[in-house]
């Protein structure tokens, strides 16, 4: 059986020497097959997901490099289709008890889930992507329901005791859906891992928009914030109790850094190791170049 290996993976494991212009602290792979999905913005059908290229090596190999490797965390990254969710079952019955294994799924039903952590799976992120059911409804094609994806978090949730939504910042949807979707992921007890959406070879949302909803992120997950938006559901202004440079490093699961998954070395969106002082003093002013932010005395 061959497994899907990120390149950066690759050369971290000495299966295959790659450039690595940031060292991944959990290991990336993906399932072999194609994606019965028609997701608009994703790239699976060229071979890469997001920036990312994906080529496959004997699983037997790559055990033996995870078994050397000083990484905190395997991630399994898993395409939609029929069978893929036994293929995540035999994989982390291999992988079990090396290292924490999370995985990246599309809907699963609860029996599923259930399977999963009998093989070993410690987290579940579940790729929702979008911030409302109509923009959903536009990027998502031939994959289950936008019903499906919330029952599955749910379910991660009660299952695995923690679950992770992804959301992709750039897909339509105003400043205010956004806010309001890891509110109530807040709410639920379960996690968000932020991405900024890539298309072709560029990023499609503005930085300091996203450097202002990594903010909101941080401010929700960490004391609360007050948000205030105009009319069209533009984020203007917000009170937060504090920021530090954990707001804009790589957001999921414990000790993923995804290394320029969704951006090039020379612009970096999420930061996959901490931020110097000059860094974070940028990347404040860079999310209030796009909305006004008062921290609370003292704590900025």
Known sequence: MNLRVSTATASLLHIKKYRIDAVPTTL??????????RCAYCTHASGHLSRVEWPEFPIDEVVEGINKSDAKRICIQSPYGEGYAEMLVEV???????????????????????????????????????????????????????????????????????????????????????????????????????????????????????????VARYAIFHG?????????????????????????????????????YNERVTKIYNYPRPLNEREFERAVKEAEKYARIHVAAGQK
């Open 92 to 214: 982390a019955e291999m992988l079990k008890g090396i290292k924490p294994i999370s995985v990246s799924i599309s809907a699963l039903s609860r029996e599923e889930l259930e399977a999963l952590k009998e093989a070993g799976v410690e987290r579940i992120g579940v790729g929702l992507d979008c911030a409302t059911p109509e923009i959903f409804k536009k990027w998502k094609k031939g994959v289950p329901s936008w019903d499906a994806y919330m029952e599955t978090l749910r379910n991660a949730k009660e299952i695995f005791g923690r679950a992770t939504c992804h959301l992709i910042i750039g897909l339509g949807e105003s400043d205010e859906e956004a806010i309001n979707l890891m509110e109530g992921m807040k709410e639920k007890g379960i996690d968000i891992a932020l991405f900024a959406l890539f298309v072709g070879k560029e990023n499609r949302v503005e930085l300091t928009r996203y450097r202002a909803m990594q």
């Open 224 to 260: 609360g914030g007050e948000f205030f938006f105009d009319d069209a559901g533009r984020l203007r202004e917000m009170n937060v109790k504090s920021i530090d440079g954990n707001a804009f490093l790589t957001s999921g699961c414990p000790h993923c850094n995804r290394p320029f």
């Open 28 to 37: 990336y792979f993906m399932l072999p097959g194609e994606c019965s999905g």
